[in-house]
């Protein structure tokens, strides 16, 4: 079950970046963050992105 991660992954960006955010399931196994219809992060043969990836990633998509 993602959503523990994915709901913290969420947190962090409204309390980083004051950015909402919709957490919704995907397929089994997936793990994506989307910044409207752009990939920016994702889960992988290395396993999860890291927190900090995931807002850096955020933050990024939303100043390009």
Do not use: C, H, M, S
Not at 38 to 64: C, H, M, S, W, Y
Request: proline share 3%; no cysteine; hydrophobic share 45%.
């Amino acid at each position: 079950n993602y959503l523990p991660r994915a709901a913290r992954a969420a947190a962090l960006i409204k309390e980083q970046l004051q950015l909402d955010t919709t957490v919704a399931e995907g397929n089994r196994g997936e793990f994506t963050v989307w910044v409207g219809d752009r990939l920016v992060a994702r889960k992988d043969e290395n396993g999860f992105p890291t927190d900090a990836a995931i807002v850096e990633a955020v933050r990024a998509a939303t100043q390009a």
